[in-house]
């Protein structure tokens, strides 16, 4: 016994669809894309600031994102970052700097130089250098930052999809 069912919605769904120029649906996925993409940025700087004291504006700026007809790229770049960046106090000791969350600790024979953080090399004089923490490509290369960030972007892209189509049909 076969079961016959008309569906009466299809078809205006179908020809809604087709009423989409093929330029359209190009904006809408790039619509979409680079949203999820700001989405993903959000939450890897998230991610990255429970374990770190980087401070966000650091981890953005450094985290370009491209939008492109058919999508959108995260493009992360930059050398180290300089302990600034990251919660560094100077004391009468010498300073004091705490790259991840909890663990501030003395950098020996540090000091503050024309608003640079050094700290000399030996006992002696000179040579000093500027201290640096890690870079930002390295702390969104976390394994568990990429994979909380991906998920992130994929959820939001589904869901502003579904909402540029939506509104562009005005349904």
Known sequence: M??????????????????????NINRIIATAAGRAATHARKVGTKEIRKVYTAKSGALKGKAQINKMADGAVINIRGGSEPVKSFSAIV???????????????????????????????????????????????????????????EEAGADMFERRLIHEITRRLNV
Request: cysteine-free.
């Open 91 to 149: 004391k009468g000791k010498g300073i004091f700097v705490a790259i991840k969350r909890n663990k501030k600790a003395l950098i020996p024979r540090s000091f503050m130089l024309n608003n640079r953080f050094v700290a000399r090399d030996s006992t002696s004089r000179l040579p000093f250098h500027d201290l640096y923490g890690p870079s930002v490509p390295q702390l969104f290369g976390n394994p568990d930052v990429l994979s909380k960030m």
């Open 2 to 23: 076969a079961i016959i069912a008309e569906l009466t919605g299809e078809e205006m769904l179908i020809r809604a669809l087709n009423s989409l120029a093929d330029k």
